[in-house]
């Protein structure tokens, strides 16, 4: 499975933006997909997934109830919409993929995604 994000950029405080992930290869066999992020000197953080019916979701403390989690499965695409938007969101934004279907607390987990996109900038200015 090969990951695709995109829709990063420069916005202000309090905007929004609307991050997507393509996949392709074996789609038909993803069920958890996620978002990750990090930000310069700290450790890639989990901000939301999302299970392959889209009728479970889950998301970080910080981002909860800004940011919401979707996907296309016709589409075999992901998105983050993000609003309200902080400095301290500004990161690298990565989306994150697995054949696999795991309970809540480990969807927040990096080992549990075997395939990764290559990340799209997000910078939140005040």
Not at 71 to 82: P, S, Y
Request: aromatic share 12%; proline share 3%.
């Amino acid at each position: 499975v090969q990951l695709q994000a995109y829709g990063g950029g420069l916005v202000q405080v309090g905007g929004s933006l609307r991050l997507s992930c393509a996949a392709s290869g074996r789609t038909w066999s993803v069920y958890d997909m996620g978002w990750f992020r990090q930000s310069p000197g700290k450790e890639r953080e989990f901000v939301a997934s999302i299970r392959r019916s889209g009728g479970v979701t889950l998301y970080a403390d910080s981002v909860k109830g800004r940011f919401t989690i979707a996907r296309d499965n016709a589409k075999n695409t992901v998105t983050l919409q993000m609003n309200s938007l902080r400095p301290e969101d500004t990161a690298v934004y990565y989306c994150a993929a697995d054949f696999a279907v795991r309970p809540g607390p480990m969807q927040k987990l990096q080992r549990s995604y075997a395939f990764w996109g290559q990340g799209t900038q997000v910078t939140v200015s005040s």
